[in-house]
């Protein structure tokens, strides 16, 4: 069912209406992955005021976190089957503004909850229910997000557009650890486990503001306005359909377990495991996001030139088998600062070789019919047990077997099996040739 050549997907030729659906198709994903890098690097703080009755341990209430964590990501498919079949019928735009208005709600009553000592085991509960909206409108927002750009985007180029998608997380994850860092420079740690925990979250509110009015100025796709104008268009059968989103899945696994792994976990993982502080993680998973935003618009470029499948695979089985030998660079006590600064940022570039082409490679594999909900789905599925899971199954596993190498080994086998599933695509699938 890979698709670059569903004609019907027609193209403006106004570049003002490309460049306004690139920005306010991308600055969803800012705020939402912003969110989840918050929440990620806080993750010892939020366990501390929400998950630690009196008596228990920092560990148990780590694990606890991660699972609210993981509980949200497993929404998101929800969110995409719901918000996708929505945005198939009714148009990406006002399914999109939708998605923005749950997003920035949610994320700002996070930065006013009660906390712990204050509601008791209320707080636990009331964090995981805007945990669940969250993910629902994350759900949302990545199908309906990439189906506007790739949709708008010149002929030749849905590479380059999608990859803007997959840039603006990792603008997210790191304006979320700039956010981390700049409190841990300002504040007291004290004052961080206090209050100061709260502050990124409420940051939501104008930035949510501002990518509701662009959200508002979109045009509806052309594609989508093609297929309004013939409702007697033929659905492909939902057993193909099925089918490219288990598939499509398991071509992004690899992107979705190194990238959790490699740009959120690292910081709660160095400083359980490797007693690192936590400015050294936060200076740690900078760089790796760093190194993930240098590769990830370079990456699509190249795959609009060469294809989708070489870019990726390269990405793939760089991690497989470098993962091991770049964490044992970080465990080891002799090996220089500057050393270990480049292995985290090298690890975040392999994982850019897979985000550029990634959402491009996606839309190409369904009709505008389904496009929203197809690929939406093949990602949330995907980013539920290899992204959401990967803090929960990384911290609980190091916990039972005491081995620090957990993250390596399950970057490299998610990033093994979506090589063999990459495999599949064949070279005139994967690039833009319409």
Same mark, same amino acid.
């Given at each position: 069912?890979?698709?670059?050549?569903?004609?019907?997907?027609?193209?403006?030729?106004?570049?003002?209406?490309?460049?306004?659906?690139?920005?306010?198709?991308?600055?969803?994903? @800012?705020? $939402?992955?912003?969110?989840?890098?918050?929440?990620?690097?806080?993750?010892?703080?939020?366990?501390?005021?929400?998950?630690?009755? $009196?008596?228990?341990?920092?560990?148990?209430?780590?694990?606890?976190?991660?699972?609210?964590?993981?509980?949200?990501?497993? @929404? %998101?498919?929800?969110?995409?089957?719901?918000?996708?079949? &929505?945005?198939?019928?009714?148009?990406?735009?006002?399914? =999109?503004? &939708?998605?923005?208005?749950?997003?920035?709600?949610?994320?700002?009553?996070?930065?006013?909850?009660?906390?712990?000592?204050?509601? #008791?085991?209320?707080?636990?509960? &009331?964090?995981? *229910?805007?945990?669940?909206?969250?993910?629902?409108?994350?759900?949302?927002?990545?199908?309906?997000?990439?189906?506007?750009?790739?949709?708008?985007? !010149?002929?030749?180029?849905?590479?380059?557009?999608?990859?803007?998608?997959?840039?603006?997380?990792? &603008?997210? +994850?790191?304006?979320?650890?700039?956010?981390?860092?700049?409190?841990?420079? *300002?504040?007291?740690?004290?004052?961080?486990?206090?209050?100061?925990?709260? =502050?990124?979250?409420?940051?939501?509110?104008?930035?949510?503001?501002?990518?509701?009015?662009?959200?508002?100025?979109?045009?509806?796709?052309?594609?989508?306005?093609?297929?309004?104008?013939?409702?007697?268009?033929?659905?492909? !059968?939902?057993? $193909?359909?099925?089918?490219?989103?288990?598939?499509?899945?398991?071509?992004?696994?690899?992107?979705?377990?190194?990238?959790?792994?490699?740009?959120?976990?690292?910081?709660?993982?160095?400083?359980?495991?490797?007693?690192?502080?936590?400015?050294?993680?936060?200076?740690?998973?900078?760089?790796?996001?760093?190194?993930?935003?240098?590769?990830?618009?370079?990456? #699509?470029?190249?795959?609009?030139?060469?294809?989708?499948?070489?870019?990726?695979?390269?990405?793939?089985?760089?991690?497989?088998?470098?993962?091991?030998?770049? +964490?044992?660079? +970080?465990?080891?006590?002799?090996?220089?600062?500057?050393?270990?600064?480049?292995?985290?940022?090298?690890?975040?570039?392999?994982?850019? =070789?897979?985000?550029?082409?990634?959402?491009?490679?996606?839309?190409?594999?369904? !009709?505008?019919?389904?496009?929203?909900?197809?690929?939406?789905?093949?990602?949330?599925?995907?980013?539920?047990?290899?992204?959401?899971?990967?803090? +929960?199954?990384?911290?609980?596993?190091?916990?039972?077997?005491?081995?620090?190498?957990?993250?390596?080994?399950?970057?490299?086998?998610?990033?093994?099996?979506?090589?063999?599933?990459?495999?599949?695509? %064949?070279?005139?699938?994967?690039?833009?040739?319409?």
């Amino acid at each position: 069912m890979d698709a670059p050549a569903h004609g019907s997907d027609l193209r403006t030729d106004r570049p003002e209406r490309s460049r306004r659906a690139l920005v306010a198709g991308s600055v969803g994903n @800012f705020i $939402e992955w912003y969110e989840f890098g918050v929440y990620g690097y806080f993750a010892t703080v939020i366990a501390a005021r929400f998950f630690t009755p $009196e008596g228990g341990s920092e560990a148990e209430a780590l694990v606890r976190t991660y699972a609210s964590f993981a509980l949200a990501f497993f @929404f %998101r498919p929800v969110g995409a089957a719901l918000f996708g079949r &929505l945005g198939d019928r009714v148009g990406r735009r006002p399914v =999109l503004v &939708l998605v923005i208005v749950l997003m920035t709600a949610a994320t700002t009553l996070i930065g006013v909850l009660p906390t712990y000592d204050t509601v #008791g085991p209320l707080a636990p509960w &009331l964090l995981t *229910l805007l945990r669940v909206v969250q993910g629902l409108s994350a759900g949302g927002e990545f199908g309906g997000a990439v189906s506007v750009m790739t949709e708008f985007a !010149p002929p030749g180029r849905r590479g380059l557009y999608g990859s803007w998608q997959s840039f603006t997380v990792a &603008l997210g +994850l790191l304006g979320g650890a700039g956010a981390a860092a700049l409190l841990a420079t *300002l504040l007291s740690e004290t004052q961080v486990n206090s209050w100061g925990w709260r =502050l990124p979250f409420l940051l939501t509110l104008p930035l949510g503001l501002g990518a509701l009015w662009l959200r508002l100025r979109l045009d509806e796709t052309p594609s989508f306005e093609a297929l309004r104008e013939e409702p007697r268009r033929e659905r492909p !059968p939902g057993r $193909e359909v099925a089918k490219a989103i288990a598939l499509g899945a398991g071509r992004v696994m690899g992107w979705a377990a190194a990238g959790y792994t490699f740009l959120v976990v690292l910081p709660s993982y160095l400083q359980s495991s490797l007693n690192a502080t936590f400015q050294q993680a936060l200076v740690a998973t900078v760089l790796a996001n760093l190194g993930f935003a240098v590769t990830i618009i370079p990456a #699509g470029l190249l795959s609009d030139r060469i294809g989708r499948r070489p870019v990726m695979l390269t990405g793939a089985l760089l991690v497989t088998v470098l993962a091991v030998p770049l +964490l044992n660079l +970080l465990q080891d006590a002799g090996t220089s600062t500057a050393s270990k600064g480049a292995a985290v940022f090298a690890a975040g570039a392999i994982v850019g =070789l897979m985000a550029g082409p990634g959402p491009a490679m996606l839309s190409e594999m369904f !009709p505008t019919s389904v496009r929203y909900t197809g690929l939406g789905l093949a990602y949330a599925l995907s980013n539920a047990v290899f992204s959401g899971c990967a803090g +929960l199954i990384i911290t609980e596993s190091i916990k039972r077997t005491g081995s620090v190498d957990i993250p390596a080994y399950y970057a490299a086998a998610a990033c093994a099996v979506s090589a063999l599933a990459l495999l599949t695509l %064949r070279k005139k699938q994967a690039h833009d040739e319409s």
